[in-house]
């Protein structure tokens, strides 16, 4: 009964969310269909379709996976209870309700994040459907029909990807301070082994984008 509660209350949470994304959607479904263009509007349907879909499930995963790996308790605290500058509840009473909420969590951020995805869908269109100018750039030889119709989806995907790793890298370090990975007491920070390579990682992901 508790299960079919938590499925409820998350169907009210999307239809909430997406309820004037759907009015919108019908409103222009009833403006293509009456001009005659309805081919055109399942075109861009799919296009946006497509690009949340892509959005929602590449950053709700990426979220998911760092901080799965981070929700583990190092073996043995540098500091101890008392030492510990940030007081927070014992890893045992959070350890239960973080891996039941993170699941539910990736998912509903991945949602959220959908609509930012599809806002470019004009940018893939003109992506998949380029047109050569015949004319090069002086700088790099490329043809002018590049910056116009590559370049705009191509920075898209690159913000998007810096915005997915920073969240992540924000969202990770959250947890390893919450698993006491991160701790910080009288002598200092104290990071654990598997908290700093990990850190490490997706700091130096985000550098290189």
């Given amino acids: 009964m508790r299960g079919f509660g938590g499925v409820?209350?998350?169907?009210?949470?999307?239809?909430?969310?997406?309820?004037r994304q759907a009015i919108d959607l019908y409103t222009d479904w009833l403006w293509f269909h009456e001009v005659g263009y309805r081919e055109l509007f399942t075109k861009i349907l799919l296009t946006k379709s497509i690009l949340g879909l892509c959005?929602?499930?590449?950053?709700?995963?990426?979220?998911?996976?760092?901080?799965k790996i981070a929700a583990v308790a190092p073996r043995g605290y540098r500091f101890s209870r008392q030492e510990n500058v940030i007081e927070l509840p014992p890893v045992e009473l959070l350890d239960p309700l973080f891996r039941r909420m993170?699941?539910?969590?990736?998912?509903?951020?991945?949602?959220?994040?959908?609509?930012?995805?599809?806002?470019?869908w004009e940018s893939f269109l003109l992506f998949f459907n380029p047109t050569a100018?015949?004319?090069?750039?002086p700088q790099f030889g490329l043809d002018v029909s590049f910056y116009i119709?590559?370049?705009?989806?191509?920075?898209?995907?690159?913000?998007?990807?810096?915005?997915?790793?920073?969240?992540s890298l924000i969202a990770t370090a959250g947890v390893y301070l919450l698993y006491r990975g991160i701790e910080y007491g009288p002598r200092g920070v104290f990071f654990s082994e598997r908290?700093?390579?990990h850190l490490l990682i997706l700091l130096a992901i985000f550098l290189v984008f």
């Fill in 8 to 19: 409820v209350l998350f169907a009210i949470i999307v239809l909430l969310l997406f309820f």
């Fill in 55 to 67: 959005a929602g499930i590449f950053l709700g995963l990426l979220l998911y996976v760092n901080l």
């Fill in 102 to 120: 993170l699941i539910p969590a990736a998912v509903m951020i991945g949602l959220m994040a959908a609509p930012q995805g599809l806002a470019k």
């Fill in 133 to 137: 100018y015949n004319l090069a750039d």
């Fill in 149 to 167: 119709f590559r370049l705009p989806a191509l920075s898209g995907l690159y913000h998007w990807a810096i915005f997915s790793v920073g969240l």
């Fill in 195 to 197: 908290g700093k390579r």
